[in-house]
């Protein structure tokens, strides 16, 4: 890597990790640990493949979603952090989307790893079903079944999300 491409790529990771880090954050359902590393395993990826990638970040993105799937298919665990339940829901006031955030990051938590990656691809990322499916390895039928339970088991563990689930079923 010469010292252009070198200067080109901390400009791209200086630019690009807080948004790689909010999606690691979300992939590994809250585990800020976990997050780093695949954002860095990403990364660490990425720059062996600099010269040759046309979309870093796309690319970069490509390497989390099937980091994230592999740990999950390997039967890494991670320790799930127990949190308390979230306090009644109060009139919404200036705070309540950083509530809704915090109370979104415990429920994403509870779910598995799976969960957590459709999820993420299909509303997050907004991700047609096919891409999802196609990211992941499995059918789109499978990647439809799995959002419907995994929005369902969002309920369960946080009903007070459940105004905002409404919007994307």
Same mark, same amino acid.
């Given at each position: 890597? @010469?010292?252009? @491409?070198?200067?080109? #790529?901390?400009?791209?990771?200086?630019?690009?990790?807080?948004?790689?880090?909010?999606?690691? #954050?979300?992939?590994?359902?809250?585990?800020?640990?976990?997050?780093? @590393?695949?954002?860095?395993?990403?990364?660490?990826?990425?720059?062996?493949? !600099?010269?040759?990638?046309?979309?870093?970040?796309?690319?970069?993105?490509?390497?989390?979603?099937?980091?994230?799937?592999? !740990? !999950?298919?390997?039967?890494?665990?991670?320790?799930?952090?127990?949190?308390?339940?979230?306090?009644?829901?109060?009139?919404?006031?200036?705070?309540?989307? /950083?509530?809704?955030?915090?109370? $979104?990051?415990?429920?994403? /938590?509870?779910?598995?790893?799976?969960?957590?990656?459709? $999820?993420?691809?299909?509303? #997050?990322?907004? $991700?047609?079903?096919?891409?999802?499916?196609?990211?992941?390895?499995?059918?789109?039928?499978?990647?439809? /079944?799995?959002?419907?339970? /995994?929005?369902?088991?969002?309920?369960?563990?946080?009903?007070? $999300?459940?105004?905002?689930?409404?919007?994307?079923?």
């Amino acid at each position: 890597m @010469d010292a252009a @491409d070198e200067q080109r #790529f901390r400009e791209f990771v200086t630019d690009r990790s807080p948004a790689l880090m909010r999606l690691g #954050f979300l992939l590994t359902g809250g585990d800020q640990h976990a997050a780093e @590393d695949l954002v860095q395993t990403a990364l660490a990826k990425l720059v062996t493949k !600099w010269r040759t990638v046309d979309a870093p970040e796309a690319y970069a993105k490509q390497i989390m979603y099937r980091q994230q799937i592999s !740990w !999950w298919r390997a039967g890494r665990r991670r320790v799930e952090m127990v949190r308390t339940q979230a306090p009644e829901p109060e009139a919404r006031d200036r705070h309540h989307q /950083s509530e809704l955030r915090m109370v $979104l990051r415990a429920a994403l /938590s509870r779910l598995t790893a799976r969960q957590r990656a459709v $999820l993420v691809l299909r509303y #997050f990322e907004d $991700l047609p079903e096919r891409e999802v499916a196609h990211v992941l390895g499995c059918s789109v039928g499978t990647v439809r /079944s799995t959002a419907h339970r /995994s929005l369902a088991r969002l309920r369960e563990v946080a009903p007070e $999300l459940a105004d905002e689930l409404e919007v994307v079923t």
